[in-house]
């Protein structure tokens, strides 16, 4: 799959993809009936995606597949991360999980039938989705005679930008993921950032926590266009007071500085090596072809004359090399 530049993506991705997160999601939204048919601890995130090539740069896909009671139940999710909604996303849904099938059949062909598909649309974006919400709104005219032959499905819609704050459900590490996604837009970045940081230090595993915030502050920086490396580290200082969480994040970066800084000087040194290469190699040709034109002129030079020449730097040789043209003796050429 290409890689997608949105940072809205990655976020997503990022955390979606996280198992605990996508459980505790599926556990507060899915119906309870079905929760109780299906082994969200069976859940698996799989790596297929039904995203085409050309919409790439607005969608991701995200496939997790859990056990039914009766087999197989795939979980499809399309996240929709413009900033307005999208109109044929039923029309896109409907091509996914076609390919979903596809796939599905090649990777089992003695498969009589298919497992069922529960898609799910999450939306962030600043504009009201009013976008149909069954396939059947799509299609006009749509004869009565002719319904039962034409595709009739719908989506479950998660509009995070309708909920309110308390409104979204979920543990603290799921909560903090909607959340952010809910306040990119917001006018007050870096106070929506002070508000998931202090949700962030609930988070019992200090591993986790720090690759939490790692995400959601690349995330606030690249998705809001307002805050900047400055604001973030000023935050920090704010936030960091006696928090463990803080500090290993800190630390972290300390150390991921100063294995840059190695690395750069690394870098450097192998960059000023090949400099000081090509400098040298030059050096030592124009040496002796200085050396070449006095033996032309003058005879052997001695042992002396050779060592200041071979010592000399690139402007005193080019210096020596113009007199010698014209110097009636080495002494002359080399004063």
Same mark, same amino acid.
């Given at each position: 799959?290409?890689?997608?530049?949105?940072?809205?993506?990655?976020?997503?991705?990022?955390?979606?993809?996280?198992?605990?997160?996508?459980?505790?999601?599926?556990?507060?939204?899915?119906?309870? /009936?079905?929760?109780?048919?299906?082994?969200?601890?069976?859940?698996?995130?799989?790596?297929?995606?039904?995203?085409?090539?050309?919409?790439?740069?607005?969608?991701?896909?995200?496939?997790?597949?859990?056990?039914?009671?009766?087999?197989?139940?795939?979980?499809?999710?399309?996240?929709?991360?413009?900033?307005?909604?999208?109109?044929?996303?039923?029309?896109?849904?409907?091509?996914?999980?076609?390919?979903?099938?596809?796939?599905?059949?090649?990777?089992?062909?003695?498969?009589?039938?298919?497992?069922?598909?529960?898609?799910?649309?999450?939306?962030?974006?600043? !504009?009201?989705?009013?976008?149909? %919400?069954?396939?059947?709104?799509?299609?006009?005219?749509?004869?009565?005679?002719?319904?039962?032959?034409?595709?009739?499905?719908?989506?479950?819609?998660?509009?995070?930008?309708?909920?309110?704050?308390? !409104?979204?459900?979920?543990?603290?590490?799921?909560?903090?993921?909607?959340?952010?996604?809910?306040?990119?837009?917001?006018? !007050?970045?870096?106070?929506?950032?002070?508000?998931?940081?202090?949700?962030?230090?609930?988070? !019992?595993?200090?591993?986790?926590?720090?690759?939490?915030?790692?995400?959601?502050?690349?995330?606030?920086?690249?998705?809001?266009?307002?805050?900047?490396?400055?604001?973030?580290?000023?935050?920090?200082?704010?936030?960091?007071?006696?928090?463990?969480?803080?500090?290993?994040?800190?630390?972290?970066?300390?150390?991921?500085?100063?294995?840059? /800084?190695?690395?750069?000087?690394?870098?450097?040194?192998?960059?000023?090596?090949?400099?000081?290469?090509?400098?040298?190699?030059?050096?030592?040709?124009? %040496?002796?072809?200085?050396?070449?034109?006095?033996?032309?002129?003058?005879?052997?030079?001695?042992?002396?004359?050779?060592?200041?020449?071979?010592?000399?730097?690139?402007?005193?040789?080019?210096?020596?090399?113009?007199?010698?043209?014209?110097?009636?003796?080495?002494?002359?050429?080399?004063?």
């Amino acid at each position: 799959m290409d890689q997608i530049s949105s940072p809205h993506d990655t976020y997503f991705r990022e955390s979606f993809g996280r198992r605990e997160v996508a459980r505790d999601f599926l556990r507060s939204r899915l119906p309870p /009936g079905l929760l109780a048919e299906i082994d969200l601890d069976s859940l698996e995130i799989a790596k297929d995606t039904y995203v085409s090539r050309e919409l790439r740069t607005a969608y991701s896909d995200l496939v997790y597949r859990v056990r039914h009671r009766d087999g197989e139940l795939f979980i499809y999710l399309l996240f929709e991360h413009k900033s307005h909604p999208e109109y044929w996303t039923l029309l896109q849904l409907l091509r996914y999980i076609a390919a979903q099938g596809d796939q599905y059949r090649k990777q089992r062909p003695d498969a009589d039938s298919l497992p069922p598909v529960y898609p799910i649309v999450i939306y962030h974006g600043k !504009e009201a989705w009013k976008v149909p %919400a069954s396939f059947h709104s799509l299609v006009k005219p749509l004869p009565r005679d002719i319904e039962g032959l034409i595709p009739s499905f719908s989506y479950d819609l998660v509009d995070l930008s309708e909920h309110t704050d308390a !409104e979204v459900k979920g543990a603290v590490l799921t909560r903090l993921v909607q959340l952010a996604l809910r306040w990119i837009f917001s006018r !007050e970045p870096i106070e929506r950032l002070r508000q998931l940081i202090r949700l962030i230090e609930q988070i !019992e595993d200090r591993d986790t926590a720090v690759d939490i915030l790692e995400s959601l502050l690349r995330y606030y920086v690249q998705g809001t266009k307002r805050v900047d490396e400055p604001d973030v580290r000023e935050l920090l200082q704010q936030t960091a007071t006696g928090e463990p969480i803080m500090q290993t994040f800190i630390d972290r970066y300390i150390e991921q500085g100063r294995e840059q /800084g190695r690395e750069q000087g690394r870098e450097q040194g192998r960059e000023q090596g090949i400099k000081q290469g090509i400098d040298l190699g030059r050096q030592q040709g124009e %040496a002796a072809m200085l050396l070449r034109l006095l033996e032309q002129r003058f005879g052997r030079p001695g042992d002396a004359v050779r060592e200041r020449i071979e010592a000399a730097d690139a402007e005193t040789l080019l210096d020596w090399f113009e007199r010698a043209l014209t110097a009636d003796s080495i002494d002359a050429a080399l004063p």
